[in-house]
């Protein structure tokens, strides 16, 4: 039976410490995991790995299940793509304790494979789940940087996976050799490291074929076999194989192999030149190709030229990596960009200033643009500097509460006590005048309607009349 079984299942890690080359990894994991083992829930409920394939997303969670005595539950993109599935197996199990009494943890596998709008009832009931959950939940991703994920990064601990070294891929394909008692040359095993390119799944798919096929693995063997793959490279691989290019072909290769946007890429690389290169003027010459290259693609966007698009990867790959003149290598730590962490900050503040030019362009008859230009920033000074004159406006363009906290910023409480005191003048005119009405009505009827003593005067009168032999009868009014 255990010839069926495939060898990345037949070997996969039993224990935390059998996850090979993601210390930092384990470094952030372990201590967030044992707090909920000790009944204390962290900060955030959930944790999102991240990083290329076959690097130990997976293999981590379930090795800490095995070791920790957890009950594993585990969820492909493909089962919690509806609101539907996500409430019937997992928010069930999040909330619920085991049949056994033991603790659980709870696997959402390749969350990045959700449709951003297709599948958005996913997205929210798995946001919904976070918040409900009494387990400790795990989502993976190859790229966690689709702006549809961002709610799911904000509400998860980010951990990082980078591809594994070499000298890693080659240690375990050596034990799985001893272990099948296969007959390996280094060489060979060396060659599958290489040609995997840090994904130990894919080296270890690569062994067991030839094992199967040929009985042993040797070098020639496995030159003749073994490809290599067509990888696509995360922000920070893309980086490095760019900064490391010698030649131009390397270079383009690296910024071509990656599937952020055109954007994107531009955006890490021109955040990320100054922590590569040392020489001013080197940093010079490699921002002077960048920028041609956003100008080149500035004109693919207005003209639609998309031609132009091989200049642009020339200019932001071999343009830029081979701007280092002077500049030795030296192993940088990149930074994400720092426009992308601003915009993904500041997007409720501006869609609350949208919304607000919206609301006063249709008062005032101007665009959406001239009200961000020139009236808004009027408006800033009027709401902090006149919250009393800024209460009226505030009424009379019907502001909501989020416009009136971006206007007025730390004047807001005085804003909205001017505002109420507005509302209760406004309303107490109208009491009165209610009063002052039904007042009026009830003089009218006291006077419309006689009273009883009036009216037995009236008939006395009417009789003395009568008995005088009087020929005309008066009546009441």
Not at 66 to 74: A, K, M, N, P
């Amino acid at each position: 039976m255990n010839k069926n079984i495939p060898w990345v299942i037949k070997y996969r890690p039993r224990r935390v410490s059998d996850v090979v080359n993601q210390d930092q990894a384990k470094e952030k994991f372990i201590p967030w995991l044992r707090q909920w083992l000790q009944n204390r829930v962290p900060e955030k409920k959930a944790a999102l790995f991240y990083g290329p394939a076959g690097v130990g997303k997976t293999s981590l969670v379930e090795a800490a299940a095995h070791e920790y005595g957890l009950e594993l539950i585990e969820m492909n993109a493909s089962d919690f793509r509806r609101k539907e599935d996500i409430e019937r197996i997992a928010k069930i199990a999040a909330t619920q304790m085991s049949l056994f009494g033991k603790r659980k943890i709870i696997l959402l596998d390749e969350v990045d494979g959700i449709s951003g709008s297709a599948d958005k009832g996913g997205l929210d009931a798995i946001l919904e789940l976070i918040k409900v959950t009494r387990h400790p939940i795990v989502m993976t991703a190859n790229d966690p940087w689709d702006q549809k994920l961002r709610p799911l990064r904000d509400a998860s601990l980010m951990i990082p996976f980078n591809r594994l070294s070499e000298r890693y891929v080659v240690q375990v394909l050596k034990r799985i050799c001893a272990a099948e008692k296969l007959e390996c040359e280094d060489a060979a095993l060396k060659y599958i490291a290489q040609r995997s390119e840090g994904d130990l799944r894919s080296a270890i798919n690569d062994l067991q074929a030839i094992a199967e096929g040929y009985g042993r693995v040797t070098l020639d063997i496995v030159k003749a076999v073994v490809v290599s793959r067509d990888r696509q490279y995360s922000p920070w691989e893309m980086l490095r194989n760019l900064f490391m290019s010698k030649y131009a072909w390397q270079a383009k290769r690296a910024v071509t192999h990656t599937d952020l946007d055109y954007d994107t890429v531009l955006q890490w690389i021109n955040e990320n030149i100054p922590n590569q290169y040392t020489d001013p003027e080197d940093v010079w010459r490699a921002y002077e190709s960048l920028s041609r290259a956003d100008i080149y693609l500035g004109r693919i966007k207005r003209s639609l030229s998309w031609d132009l698009l091989s200049y642009v990867f020339d200019l932001a790959g071999p343009g830029v990596a081979l701007a280092r003149k002077k500049s030795k290598f030296r192993w940088a730590k990149y930074s994400f960009p720092q426009k992308i962490m601003l915009l993904a900050k500041t997007k409720e503040m501006r869609e609350i200033r949208e919304a607000l030019a919206e609301t006063i362009s249709k008062r005032i008859h101007a665009s959406k643009s001239t009200v961000k230009r020139d009236v808004i920033p009027f408006l800033m000074i009027i709401f902090r500097e006149r919250p009393d004159y800024a209460a009226r406006i505030a009424i009379g363009y019907n502001l909501t509460d989020n416009m009136i906290k971006y206007l007025a910023g730390p004047t807001y409480s005085k804003i909205k006590e001017h505002m109420n005191l507005l509302l209760l003048r406004m309303e107490k005119p109208a009491l009165a005048s209610e009063e002052s009405s039904s007042g009026a009505k009830e003089s009218v009827t006291a006077r419309a309607a006689p009273s009883p003593s009036s009216k037995k005067k009236a008939t006395r009168r009417a009789s003395r009349r009568r008995r005088r032999g009087g020929t005309q009868s008066t009546l009441p009014i």
